[in-house]
């Protein structure tokens, strides 16, 4: 008992010693308690509001999708109207070129937009402002074509007569001793000028050495994107580099710029020589034979009419008939003519053997700067310059070959792109190089100009991630086409290296969240530099490459959530509120980026507004102007009714006779009228005094008619006591009167006698009634008449019976008078 008392009170003495500590173990556990009941509610209602904040950003999203959509529907409908409108439109200056002024220097560019606003309006034919534009564009054709029309027929007029003093063809010997001399000259002159401005750019290079160095050697200065440089690809980027700048010693230019001056002063000289050559070396053609100039005079000769030249359309000029050219233009209009419109840059060379003339000409002139220019393109590719600058100068090269393009230069348009072509493989090398840096950097190799290899820090790292985004900002900003499968290519290979890099770093992390949080911070890195490093965000490229370092930045924030829960531990509970705060950091960087995009939306709906409004604009005041044209068009159409009017007018006239053939041949008319007047009425009067004559003579044979008549029927009555019975119908006095010429000349007078000279006998002289007759025939011939020859009665019967049957029924016979009675014979 004694024994276990002491025991027991050692163990009250015990737990009463630390029941203190044992209170505030307690409290302890309760503020723990405490603690992460407050925890809870607060991670419950964190979760809660991203829930909420979740469901924001979707609505915002699906707003920004739409506005988006509609955003692409409206830029897709504004392009081909504003295409559209720019095509067709007909500006107002334009409109009063043609037809206000006259043909001249202005014409030349406006002509090249008037024949594009036709092309394009007649293919449109669809559209209906197209259609309502086709008459105005229409009327301003005709009156184009008009004026061009007059202009170059005023001009063909000096080269009517033939030129016989041309130095190619009539001296070559003196010719080719000019051109020689001329080349010499101008070989001397161009040789000392470019050696001298080479030398100075040389010198202004010798002041800033570049030299090329691997990606993972690169100083951190150089990550950061220099838009000024990549200017230099332009042609209209910087100023040029001048000699006496080589004076100062302070002044230092890029090489890209140097290259840039180089290019641009060779482009100016290498084209506007050759444009001199190809117009005034360019070889003639052989004049007319003297057949060919004489036949201009026979009169089988082609001479344009007004008929030939009625319309602008039916223009045409014969080569064969038209005469040499003059020795101040022949060489001009013998190379000219190529370029849309009216004329172009440089004019064009007509023919093979002249284009190899001129471009040998101008190679012995430009030898020497094309061998300079040569050797300074050499000491800038060697030794090898970074990637950016080298690409730079390639998009120089491609910018310089378009434009000697469009001013007719082939052999220097050669030499530039044949420089171009030799630029590629040292690009394609820098990039390998790169390329090979990063590969060994990842494998723990030597990187760089060191033997020693160098141990991966997150600094490193980091300072490659800086270079590659401004190797992506800087090959986007100079590359404008996505189809660039060079340059992608190459960047996509430094992507993939990248990572790689950034994978074994990481790798020597074991814990997870550590390492998530690692690759998080590289992928946001990228990401700000991606953001702010170009402003061409609408480039697909840079969107698609945004989008491939969001999606690994992701991938790693959700490891680190993952990893965060089922730890109870003071460390776990650290690292899960190091993980929420990255979460959160993550969630205001997602919400930064999404309330960007929702500004830079709002932002692109207010510009497309403004555009749209100011399209609207346009349109109403082209509408104005389309009016005002008809109107123009109108008044044009009139007088073009009225010059028409007056050319066919003035063409009629000009088939008629002088005047003066006119008023002599009107005074021969009107003598010749007077004459046939005066001969009518001559006529007329003879015939009136015939008639009054044939009604005498008829009264007299009226008259002795009837004398004859008393006198027959006396006859009658002394004579029928006597005479032989005569057949029934049959009378004497119808006989004697039958064969009387008297009665039937009076017999055609009445139907009486007409009766009995077709019932008369057919015997002429047994009665001495015929002496009677004879007698009444006798005086009939003296008053005029022509006197018949007797015939034979067998003759004449015949003939009396056949014209009896040969009359109709109703008909008188013509027998039946003296005056009808047609000749025998």
């Known amino acids: 008992m004694s024994t276990n008392e002491p025991d027991s009170r050692s163990q009250a003495d015990f737990y009463q010693e630390r029941a203190k500590e044992f209170v505030e173990l307690h409290d302890q556990v309760d503020t723990s308690v405490h603690l992460l009941d407050s925890l809870e509610s607060f991670l419950s209602t964190f979760q809660k509001d991203l829930d909420a904040v979740a469901g924001q950003i979707s609505e915002l999203q699906d707003r920004s999708k739409d506005i988006e959509g509609r955003l692409k529907s409206r830029r897709r409908i504004e392009r081909p109207l504003s295409s559209l409108l720019s095509d067709i439109t007909i500006a107002p200056s334009l409109a009063t070129t043609i037809l206000d002024t006259n043909v001249g220097e202005p014409w030349l560019e406006a002509i090249e937009q008037f024949e594009k606003r036709l092309i394009t309006s007649r293919s449109r034919t669809r559209v209906k402002a197209a259609r309502d534009l086709g008459e105005v564009a229409e009327g301003l054709r005709i009156v ?84 000024g440089r990549l200017q230099h690809a332009k042609l209209d980027g910087p100023a040029v580099t001048l000699s006496y700048m080589a004076d100062n010693k302070n002044h230092k230019e890029p090489v890209e710029g140097l290259l840039r001056s180089l290019f641009l002063v060779f482009m100016d000289n290498a084209t506007a020589e050759y444009t001199f050559i190809s117009s005034f070396f360019a070889s003639s053609p052989s004049p007319p034979s003297v057949e060919a100039s004489l036949s201009l005079l026979t009169p089988t000769a082609v001479v344009p009419t007004p008929t030939m030249m009625a319309t602008p359309d039916t223009i045409a000029f014969a080569e064969s008939r038209s005469p040499v050219n003059s020795e101040y233009e022949g060489s001009s209009r013998h190379v000219s003519g190529a370029m849309p419109g009216l004329g172009g840059i440089v004019p064009v060379v007509s023919s093979k053997e002249d284009q190899a003339l001129v471009d040998a000409i101008w190679r012995q002139t430009m030898d020497p700067v094309m061998e300079y220019c040569q050797n300074f393109v050499k000491t ?16 120089l090269a491609e910018e310089i070959v378009t434009e000697i393009q469009k001013r007719r230069c082939p052999p220097a348009e050669n030499f530039i792109f044949g420089i171009r072509i030799q630029m590629w493989p040292v690009f394609q090398k820098a990039m390998h190089d790169h390329i090979e840096s990063l590969k060994k950097l990842a ?34 900003y100079l590359t404008e086409h996505e189809e660039e499968t060079m340059i992608f290519s190459n960047l996509q290979r430094l992507r993939d290296e990248l990572t790689k890099l950034m994978n074994r770093h990481t790798e020597k992390i074991t814990d997870v969240v550590a390492k998530a949080t690692a690759q998080s911070a590289l992928y946001e890195v990228i990401l700000q530099c991606l953001s702010n490093g170009t402003q061409h965000t609408a480039h697909l490229k840079l969107q698609k490459e945004i989008a491939h370092w ?30 929420f705060l990255v979460e959160l950091a993550s969630y205001q960087l997602a919400l930064k980026k999404s309330a960007m995009i929702c500004d830079a939306e709002t932002r692109q709906v207010e510009e497309y507004q403004r555009e ?17 044209l008809k109107v123009a068009l109108e008044h044009a159409q009139m007088l073009r009714r009225r010059k028409i009017e007056y050319d066919s007018v003035a063409e009629r006239v000009n088939t008629l006779p002088p005047r003066d053939e006119l008023e002599q041949s009107i005074e021969a008319l009107e003598n010749d009228m007077a004459a046939i007047r005066t001969e009518q009425e001559s006529q007329s009067r003879a015939i009136q ?21 008393d006198k027959e029927e006396k006859d009658d009555a002394t004579n029928s006591a006597r005479a032989t019975p005569l057949p029934d119908g049959t009378d004497d006095s119808v006989t004697g009167l039958s064969a009387d010429p008297l009665a039937r000349t009076t017999s055609s007078f009445g139907t009486q006698s007409e009766r009995m000279s077709g019932k008369g006998n057919d015997d002429d002289g047994s009665s001495p009634r015929n002496t009677e007759g004879s007698g009444s025939k006798e005086d009939d011939i003296e008053m005029g008449e022509v006197e018949e020859e007797d015939e034979d009665p067998r003759d004449k019967s015949p003939k009396k019976k056949a014209r009896d049957e040969e009359l109709e029924e109703g008909e008188a016979s013509d027998l039946s008078s003296v005056l009808s009675d047609p000749p025998d014979e």
């Open 144 to 227: 184009a074509a008009t004026k061009l029309r007059g202009f170059f027929l005023a001009l063909f007029q000096p080269i009517r007569g033939s030129v016989t003093t041309n130095m190619q063809r009539q001296a070559p010997t003196v010719a080719n001793e000019l051109q020689r001399a001329y080349v010499g000259a101008a070989r001397v002159y161009y040789e000392t000028g470019f050696r001298r401005y080479a030398r100075s750019l040389t010198w202004i290079k010798a002041r800033t050495p570049e030299k090329f160095e691997p990606i993972a050697s690169i100083d951190e200065r150089q990550a950061e994107l220099n838009l």
């Open 380 to 395: 800038v590719l060697d030794p090898m310059p970074g990637a950016i600058p080298l690409l730079t100068m390639i998009r």
């Open 443 to 476: 494998e723990g190799t030597s990187s760089g100009y060191f033997s020693r290899t160098s141990p991966i820090t997150d600094a490193t790292v980091t300072k490659a991630a800086r270079h590659y985004v401004n190797f992506f900002n800087s090959f986007v």
């Open 550 to 579: 969001a999606y690994l930045d992701e991938e790693a924030k959700r490891k680190i959530v993952s990893a965060a829960p089922g730890t109870t531990t003071p460390t776990s509970l650290d690292d899960a509120r190091e993980a």
């Open 612 to 628: 749209k409004e100011r399209i609207e604009q346009e349109h109403i005041t082209l509408r104005r102007q389309i009016e005002e």
């Open 689 to 709: 005094n015939q008639k009054a004559s044939l009604e005498f003579i008829i009264a007299d044979l009226t008259s002795l008619r009837f004398t004859g008549k």
